[in-house]
Nanobody, 119 residues
Framework: VQLQASGGGLVQAGGSLRLSCAAS????????MGWYRQAPGKQRELVAI???????NYGASVKGRFTISRDNAKNTVYLQMNSLKPEDTAVYYC??????????????WGQGTLVTVSS
């Protein structure tokens, strides 16, 4: 599985950005696609995931501001980020988990895209 993310950049606080991630290769019918982020000196954390059935889960710090969606026909996941804050500054990583919900699930990661929010 290969992941190609795009859409990062520099934005002022209060602004919006939209991230996209296109997956190619062997995507299982039971999967989840999502975004994680890692700020300097911090651990990688969940931003949002969406399953192949459409269920979503958000990190507490982004609830109400970010929206995840997917286009199954294109194997593409999107992250609409609104009301951005300086603390959202991080490298955002796209993720696909093949076999979501199973003990043998396998994670694939994109190369990361930098989001910088200026105050």
């Amino acid at each position: 599985v290969q992941l190609q993310a795009s859409g990062g950049g520099l934005v002022q606080a209060g602004g919006s950005l939209r991230l996209s991630c296109a997956a190619s290769g062997s995507i299982f019918s039971s999967n989840a696609m999502g975004w994680y982020r890692q700020a300097p000196g911090k651990q990688r954390e969940l931003v949002a995931i969406i399953t192949s059935a459409g269920s979503t889960n958000y990190g507490a710090s982004v609830k109400g501001r970010f929206t995840i969606s997917r286009d199954n026909a294109k194997n593409t996941v999107y992250l609409q980020m609104n009301s951005l804050k300086p603390e959202d500054t991080a490298v955002y990583y796209c993720n696909v988990r093949n076999g979501y919900g199973y003990s043998w699930a396998v994670d694939y990661w994109g190369q990361g895209t930098l989001v910088t929010v200026s105050s």
